[in-house]
Each structure stands twice: as C-alpha cells, then as structure tokens.
Nanobody, 122 residues
Framework: QVQLVESGGGLVQAGGSLRLSCTASGSIFSINTMGWYRQPPGKQRKLVATFTGDGTTTLADSVKGRFTISRDNAKNTVYLQMNSLKPEDTAVYYC????????????????WGQGTLVTVSS
C-alpha cells in the first residue's frame, strides 16, 4: 500500500503565500506523475498542477504566474508554492500520485491524499 501525507494548508490573507507538500511512502517502485487538485466548497475537484516523470509541468490557467509545482524525487515529495493568493483559491487541496508498485507491474496505480484545507480571507 501507498500512503500520502499532505501538509501546509491553513488560513492566509489575500496576497499571502502558502507552500503545500505531499510525501508518498509505502510499496513504490517508481512514480510517474505527482500533482495537485483542488475542490472549492460546493464545487467539483479540478486540476491545479502536475509534474510528470520526465519533468513536464502543467498549471491550470487560473494559477499560472502565481503557483509553482516542484518535485524532489529522492524524497518522493511534491510541493505547491502558492503566491499572491486570492479568496477564490479557497479549497481543499488534494495530492495525487500515479506510480508503479514493483518492477514487474505493467500498469500504473493511483492514490489520493486526504486533502488539506486552504482558506484565503479577503
């Protein structure tokens, strides 16, 4: 089994910054993609940012220029640096990891974190 531990959420004023982190542990042979999604109150979960195994990053248009995703492969950890936060960034942020559990597996598995709440006050 694989577990994800997220941290870094909290309450911040508009214009402030937060840094989220997510560390994967357990039966991991290799990790393909690590990413962040968010779900505002009463709305659907949507992609925020991803970081693939080949180093490709993707950011949602709504966060470009404000958020940065980075990854430490040695620590199986992904970070989301969030600057210039806005009230509309308020959401539960979920970490998502796509991985292979062993060298013989041909397919990828996916695991989600428990979510961390980010609240941006105006």
């Amino acid at each position: 089994q694989v577990q994800l531990v997220e941290s870094g959420g909290g309450l911040v004023q508009a214009g402030g910054s937060l840094r989220l982190s997510c560390t994967a542990s357990g039966s991991i042979f290799s990790i393909n993609t690590m990413g962040w999604y968010r779900q505002p109150p009463g709305k659907q979960r949507k992609l925020v940012a991803t970081f693939t195994g080949d180093g490709t990053t993707t950011l949602a248009d709504s966060v470009k220029g404000r958020f940065t995703i980075s990854r430490d492969n040695a620590k199986n950890t992904v970070y989301l640096q969030m600057n210039s936060l806005k009230p509309e960034d308020t959401a539960v942020y979920y970490c998502d990891v796509i991985y292979r559990s062993d060298s013989t597996s041909r397919g990828y598995l996916e695991v989600w974190g428990q979510g961390t709440l980010v609240t941006v006050s105006s």
